[in-house]
Structures are given as C-alpha cells and as structure tokens.
C-alpha cells in the first residue's frame, strides 16, 4: 500500500498508523484523511491485525488540527463535505472491531484531539496538549470533538474547554479523564505496545465483543445497552476461545486462543 502522508506497519499483530507531515505539524489536510482511510479500510478486513496504535511522527505534534491553510476558503457547501468526509473516516476508526490506542505524542489539536477521541483509550506523553481552538478561528469542531468531547469528559467540562478555547496540559487530560497514562515521550509507544500485547493475550472474539458491547451501550439506553451485552455474553458461548479459556483455567494453564 503507498501512503503520502503517513506511515504505517503491521508487526506481531499490532497495526501502527503514524500520521507524518512534520512540516506541517502532522495537520490533516485532505490527503492524510484519504491515507488514514485506506490504513483504517484495510485494518478493518484484516485478520492478522489484533490491536491498532495511531500517533503522529516526531516529538512534538500528534496532530495540530485539520489543515487551516487548505480550508481558509472553502465555501460553506465545501466545509460542509470535508466535515462530513472527515468525521466519517474518525467514525470509521471508532467502530473498527479491533481496540485503537491513540499514543499522543505532542499537541492534539482540533481535528487532532477528534481523532485521540475516537481512539479507545488515550496514552500521552509528558508535553502532549490537548484543546478545541477552532472557535478562535470563527469555527466549531468538526470531526466529533462537540459530541465525544462532552461524553468523554462531561459537558460542563467539554464546554469550558471548547468555549473558551482552553487547551490543557496532560496532567490536566490524565486528571478529568480524557487519557488514561501519562509517560515520557521516549516510554509513550512502549507503554501503548505494552498494553496492546496485554490485549493480545485475551480471547480476540470477546476482545472484540467487548468493545462492541461498550460502545453500543454509549449509543444507547442502559437497559437496551444490557439487553445486547447479555446477547452478546450467550454468543460467547459458541466460541471455541470460551471453551478453551475456561478449559484452561479448569487445567490451571494458559489459555491457547484461536480467534475462533
Ligand atoms: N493547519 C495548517 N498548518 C499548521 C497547523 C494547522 N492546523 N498547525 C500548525 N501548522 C503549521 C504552521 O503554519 C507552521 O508551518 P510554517 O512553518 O510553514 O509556517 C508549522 O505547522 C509549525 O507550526 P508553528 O510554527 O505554528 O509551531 P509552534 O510550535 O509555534 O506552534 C501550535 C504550535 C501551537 C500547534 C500552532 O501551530 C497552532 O496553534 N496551530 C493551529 C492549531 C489549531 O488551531 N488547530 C485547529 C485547526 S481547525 C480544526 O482542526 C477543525 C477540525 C474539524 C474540521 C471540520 C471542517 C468542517
């Protein structure tokens, strides 16, 4: 696969996106949205890729936003189509049936913090930032930072972060929840490996069911959310992974899981 403006690996499993235009503060202009979609498409018909991290290159940005100089004089029919292109690939990562680590390495703004978002969970480095500025730019959150924000954090805090263009340091993303670790920047990938590889030594069906379930319980009421947890529990049941897992505890060993 050729990309222009990431790099990307799958090695023992995990499936690494490193988004790359350092010149530029790795901003994700319209043909970085289109790589990351194509690594994204890929990794969701991917039977060898079992956990995905996604960082930026360097040690400074993550990513600084969507790309303003691109933007800066889209009409409204044109903003309104890359908002709507771009929030569907950051969707896209959001519903892949394998769990995403964002490693946030540097800044993650706008556009940037909308993908760390998407993520299932957030590892940061000591100098990450987060923030919403785009209503210093006459702008509002585009790709899913208003809705995922709020249900991330609360909106009392989504709000003041978003109104008043507040970005935070990590000690303050790691306080209100919206990472899960904070690290040195040369232990930032090694931490985000470290808990993939944990992953990995679960069953891979119910990895996957699990973050199914987690998420559909976030698009819905409780009691349909526990609905489809306890169907989802059942089809456990007709996996070869739940009788091997609990075989092997019953054997006081290692499960040997399949996938299957
Ligand atoms: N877009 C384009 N270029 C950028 C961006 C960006 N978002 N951020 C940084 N750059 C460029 C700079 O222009 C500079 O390039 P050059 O050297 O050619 O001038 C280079 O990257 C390095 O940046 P700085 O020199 O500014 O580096 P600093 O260390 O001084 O500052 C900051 C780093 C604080 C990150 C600063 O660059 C900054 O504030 N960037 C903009 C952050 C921002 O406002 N992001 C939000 C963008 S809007 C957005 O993401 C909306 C998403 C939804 C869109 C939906 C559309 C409908």
Redesign the pocket.
Known sequence: MEFENILFTVEEGIATITINRP???N?LNAATVRDIEKAVDYIAGSKDVQVVIITGAGD??FV??????E?ADYNPKQ??D??TY?AGVITKIERLPQPVICAVNG?A???GC?ISMACDFRYASDNAVFGQ??V??G?I???GGTQRLARLVGPGMAKEIILSNQNIDSAEALRIGLVNKVVPQAELMPAAIKTAKKIMKQGPVAVQIAKKAINNGLQCDIITGIQFESNVFGLCFATKDQKEGMKAFMEKRKADFKGE
């Open positions: 010149k530029q503060a901003a400074k940005f600084a936003g969507a790309d303003i100089k933007m903003a309104g890359w908002g771009g800044y703004l706008g556009g909308e500025p785009e210093g730019l702008i959150p585009g790709f």
